[in-house]
């Protein structure tokens, strides 16, 4: 088999670039080991997040790294063994996390996060997907005064991004969600941001769209890339095909490919669990809801409340414990009384790509013509999905990008 165009990894990511190459024109075959939608695009907290408009950084205050230290918090956990292998990536994300560093990732991360919404709502439009996704944004709650103070201190000062949000005091939180606990002091509701009820199913509804126009997907795998005769070839279950160019869309698998041809990119894994319960006594949850302090995420699923933890660092192969899952949920069950029984067998295990300069890699692999990146979104693969398909698409089929590519490229890292 021969196509014009390659995309390896059926996640959000790959799905939308494949879109977005097809709707320019390109014939394409989108190639996964596992089903669209299956991985990490499955697991996560269902936000499109038009408010994060600042990366989440490495903690710099000595206080907050002596409690991260003592490996006790609900929202960060490590591996002792894990440790000495990450610390090298963790010493560049701290580097690259002080003032002006981050100042400058959340500039440049802007052009991608203020179009994020708009992408996704073009291809729901599509697709018919429209009874997942709600626009009702999500809110972040407070059991600290002093956190709520700073907390609204900095939501003013991000009024130059044009974010709108609501602050809600004791009362007015209540009011809003009912079924929290009164012990909690206040709130943010940022309001920009729109929710799925069920990320897995959106990435296939993109899929479907995707076939409907005339693409094809197929089971194959991404490792068995290589060049002959001057394209690029894939093993697949309908036997070997090749084409022109290829896009690597492989999110946490992306080191599989890239190093095996010589790229050093620092690509490192998040890992996050996530976990869905029952609501007790007709309660509702009716917004999607960030305790920040426990860095764990409720949110209102089609399975019933999905509980999404904050970040693990471990082997990517680790099996999976119950450890940070176990101090969230404790938390979660303080803050909203009526979460009721754990609704899967066992906690689900995802793995964000993540690089020490809070930016994805998008665009071409420098030295391998024909062979594109887009990957290392981190906690935002949902949210940039078709907005980063829409850059790499541009610049593969050579279209004038909508934003400069060059705080993506992958040669930032030589």
């Not at 918090?73 to 090298?88: C, E, F």
């Not at 998008?362 to 850059?391: D, E, K, M, Q």
Request: glycine share 12%.
């Amino acid at each position: 088999m021969h196509c014009q165009t390659l995309v390896l990894g059926a996640g959000i990511v790959g799905v939308s670039t494949a879109l977005h190459l097809q709707a320019r024109g390109r014939q394409v075959i989108l190639i996964d080991r596992d089903e669209p939608g299956s991985g990490t695009s499955h697991g996560n907290a269902g936000l499109i997040e038009r408010s994060s408009v600042i990366p989440y950084a490495f903690p710099r205050q000595l206080g907050a790294l002596l409690r991260y230290g003592l490996n006790r918090q609900p929202d960060v956990r490590y591996s002792l063994l894990h440790l000495p292998k990450a610390a090298p990536w963790l010493w560049r994300y701290w580097r690259q996390s002080a003032p002006g560093r981050l100042a400058g990732a959340a500039a440049d991360m802007l052009p991608l996060v203020q179009r994020c919404v708009e992408e996704h709502d073009a291809l729901i439009a599509a697709a018919g997907l429209e009874g997942l996704v709600q626009a009702k944004g999500w809110i972040e709650v407070f059991r600290d005064p002093a956190l709520f103070a700073q907390a609204k201190a900095d939501a003013k000062g991000l009024s130059r991004y044009g974010l709108q949000f609501e602050i809600l005091e004791c009362g007015q939180l209540q009011a809003r969600e009912q079924q929290l606990d009164a012990t909690v002091v206040g709130g943010i509701h940022w309001l920009d941001p729109k929710t799925v009820n069920n990320p897995g199913a959106l990435t296939r509804g993109y899929a479907s769209l995707f076939l409907q126009r005339g693409g094809q997907f197929l089971h194959g795998d991404a490792r068995s890339l290589r060049q002959v005769a001057g394209q690029w070839q894939v093993g697949s279950r309908r036997g070997p095909i090749t084409a022109d160019e290829v896009v690597a869309c492989l999110g946490p698998q992306s080191a599989d490919l890239f190093s095996g041809l010589g790229y050093e990119i620092p690509l490192a894994i998040k890992r996050g669990y996530h976990m869905h319960y029952s609501i007790r006594d007709g309660a509702q949850l009716e917004h999607s809801i960030c305790d920040t302090q426990g860095g764990y995420v409720l949110a209102p699923m089609a399975r019933g409340v999905r509980l999404t933890t904050g970040i693990e660092f471990a082997a990517s192969s680790a099996p999976g414990n119950q450890i940070q899952l176990g101090r969230c949920e404790a938390l979660a069950r303080k803050l909203f009384p009526a979460l009721g029984e754990r609704l899967d067998d066992t906690p689900w295990l995802g793995r964000r790509p993540c690089l020490p300069d809070m930016r994805p890699v998008i665009g071409p692999a420098p030295r391998h013509p024909g062979l594109w990146f887009n990957f290392g979104h981190a906690h935002h693969g949902l949210t940039l999905g078709p907005v980063s398909g829409r850059l790499v698409a541009e610049l593969v089929t050579g279209e004038h990008p909508f934003t400069d590519p060059a705080p993506y490229s992958a040669t930032r890292f030589d």
